[in-house]
């Protein structure tokens, strides 16, 4: 165990130089260095950044009091869940703000924060208690108050890496919808196990039990949920989603006598939170409706490359089958999004 902190220390500035080479690739710290000199620049760098972070979380999770965790991990854990409710639901049809113009890679980073976050209230609410020196009796904690406090931080921890799983799920599931980087994307990830692990080697007391599962089950939950996100067929997801929806859409159409005007309707009492189309990030449904009947779908595309859009007829009713091109607006509001990769000469 001695030489867990110098393993982990090594294998996180590696990761870290790794990462920063691959994503900064034309990146010269000395144009006058050869490429390994800038190489070995890198190297120190990451190292001197992290042991900086090692430093501070260490003096962090020692000091802060447990009040300041619960706090911490509340808010993770919020912005966790509302990470995930960005990924699979139309949060625009709800509030004031374009929620969909949050750029994928802000759950990707929400999560990986979130493992650091959990690491460290798991390490908070397992920390055996210092035994205080008897002239200190009067003033400690109650017994049953600072057991509550440890159940609240180990919930919380576990509560956060749940989350952030099901976050990553989402997240993995996306990415397949444009060009894959599939388990690439484990790198940050994977360096936020590493630094908390490195933290956890240098903290006293010692947790060894709690570091060696923490270093090896979540990398590994990380896998298996990278490997199912993989896995997703994205246009059968968005398939789901549509029968959700008109599923809605017919129990509110049997409690009214007519279809709603628009699918935010829907919501709460048919549908509690309105799902995404599966194939743009960011785009919503084509959707019409009235008392006579409706008609849903979505904008696709032939591949990931290719920019040109067209829309897609889920399902339609009544005397809204026939209608004119359903998707144009939405075609158009995607295309406005990104001109430059869409075009603007529609559909």
Known sequence: MKMLPVVLFILLVLAVTLVFNSTFSDWVWMPDLPAWGNIVVTILVAALVCWFLVRILSNAVQNSRTAAWLGLGLLFLAAQVFACLLLVTRLDAYFPFAFSEIPLLAPYFVTSGSLVVAAFLLYRGTKPDRQKPLSE??????????????????????????????????????????????????????????????????????QGLLTALYLLLVPAVLVMVTWMGVAVDFRAQTDAHAARVTRALDAYQARTGAYPQELVSLSPRDLFLLPVP??????????????????????????????????????????????????????????????GYYGLNGN
């Not at 990830?189 to 692990?197: C, D, N, R, T």
């Not at 779908?297 to 809204?320: K, T």
């Open 278 to 339: 599966f194939i743009i990030y960011g785009q919503d449904w084509c959707y019409e409706g009235g008392e006579d009947g409706y008609r849903l779908g979505y904008v696709d595309r032939s591949h990931w490359s290719d920019p040109n859009l067209f829309g897609h007829l889920y399902q339609a009713s009544g005397s809204h089958a026939g209608a004119s091109d359903l998707c144009a607006d939405e075609i158009r509001r995607i295309q406005e999004r990104d001109p």
């Open 137 to 206: 009796v009067a003033v400690q904690e109650p017994v049953a108050q600072a057991d509550f406090a440890k159940v609240g931080l180990v919930t919380l921890g576990i509560l956060l890496l749940a989350a952030a799983f099901v976050t990553w799920y989402w997240f993995i599931a996306w990415d397949t919808t444009d060009d894959a980087l599939e388990y690439i994307w484990l790198a940050i990830p994977l360096i936020a196990v590493l630094l908390s692990g490195m933290v956890f080697s240098l903290l006293k007391p010692r």
